[in-house]
């Protein structure tokens, strides 16, 4: 049981290249999340998913597209990266995405856009 | 929007207690959560208290909610430094699952 797991653990990019962050759990959740976090700013909702086939913004979307591809899979993708966009990325899925439903988190993605 | 706020640093040493504390603006807040990062990793759930409770405490950590004030602690009882982390309070605000963090607050303990 490896929880969420994200790929890869760092990427380097030059601006305007492209990349998707993929995110996987095997905990069988129902709602997954990703995030960017940046220093002294916590974290913040990129997009999230509350369930198969249903993707919806969050606080931070522009610049960023999302694919839930199965109940397993939640990718993110960056179309045309921006310096603004380095940030570590954090994916976490939660059983229903309601109410005392703890999130559980992947180990991050750390991005640097040049 | 909705905003939650906490101090950025708190140093302490081992054996005491230490207090961190935020505060946030959501009036319809259902639960607020504890969170803490290690370097380099994810977040894990440290606690969580639903908002119609005061107080909750589980093995040396006591989360107090003031609804009033909309004001949220954490208090580590006999802190080692092993506790060294950075910790989130977070929101969630009516049944979407979605999380206001706060920037959090970077706990250093000294030996």
């Known amino acids: 049981n490896a929880g969420v797991t994200q790929t890869p653990k760092f990427q380097v990019l030059k601006t305007g290249q492209s990349m998707t962050l993929q995110c996987a759990q095997d905990m069988n959740h129902n709602s997954m999340y990703w995030y960017r976090q940046d220093p002294g700013m916590g974290l913040r909702l990129i997009y999230y998913s509350a369930s198969e086939g249903t993707t919806d913004k969050g606080e931070v979307p522009n610049g960023y597209n999302v694919s839930r591809l199965n109940k397993r899979e939640f990718s993110l993708r960056l179309e045309s990266a921006a310096p603004s966009q380095t940030s570590v990325y954090f994916c976490?899925?939660?059983?229903?995405?309601?109410?005392?439903?703890?999130?559980?988190f992947g180990p991050g993605t750390r991005l640097t856009v040049l | 929007g909705e905003d939650v706020e906490q101090s950025l640093f708190l140093s302490v040493r081992e054996g005491d207690s230490s207090v961190i504390n935020c505060t946030y603006t959501d009036s319809s807040s259902t639960y607020l959560y504890w969170y803490k990062q290690e370097p380099g990793a994810g977040l894990q759930l440290l606690t969580y208290i639903f908002s119609n409770m005061d107080m909750k405490q589980d093995q040396r950590l006591t989360v107090l909610l003031n609804k009033k004030d909309k004001h949220l602690s954490l208090r580590i009882a006999d802190t080692q430094t092993g506790d060294s982390a950075i910790y989130f309070c977070a929101d969630a605000s009516g049944n979407t699952g979605k999380l206001i963090f706060g920037q959090g607050t970077t706990l250093q303990v000294k030996p």
């Open positions: 976490a899925s939660s059983e229903k995405g309601g109410g005392a439903d703890t999130q559980y």
